[in-house]
């Protein structure tokens, strides 16, 4: 099951237009970090760092990204795996 916070940037920042909004794939998380209150932030980063702490396979990640958040961004298609990009958007939310 996709936490709600993942649920939310995956719909709200990755929709099929995201790559109109944003130069960058890693852009759209920044900007939910930017315009989003602290709490939600803390939150998101939560359920990313407990997706990766759990060692949730590459299979699993992909399903909870594409499948259940509905995200139109698919890392691997830039040559990175589901646990690089996830660890990439906890980088980008720790800055």
Do not use: C
């Not at 594409?66 to 990175?80: H, K, T």
């Amino acid at each position: 099951m996709l936490p709600e916070p993942l649920e939310n940037l995956a719909n709200a920042y990755f929709n099929q237009d995201y790559d109109l909004d944003y130069d960058t794939p890693i852009e759209a998380a920044t900007d939910y970090k930017e315009v989003n209150p602290p709490e939600s932030v803390h939150t998101l980063r939560e359920a990313t760092r407990s997706l990766l702490d759990a060692g949730t396979s590459e299979q699993k990640l992909a399903e909870v990204w594409l499948e259940e958040g509905n995200a139109y961004y698919d890392p691997r298609s830039d040559g990175m795996t589901l646990t690089d990009w996830f660890r990439t958007m906890l980088e980008a939310l720790d800055r």
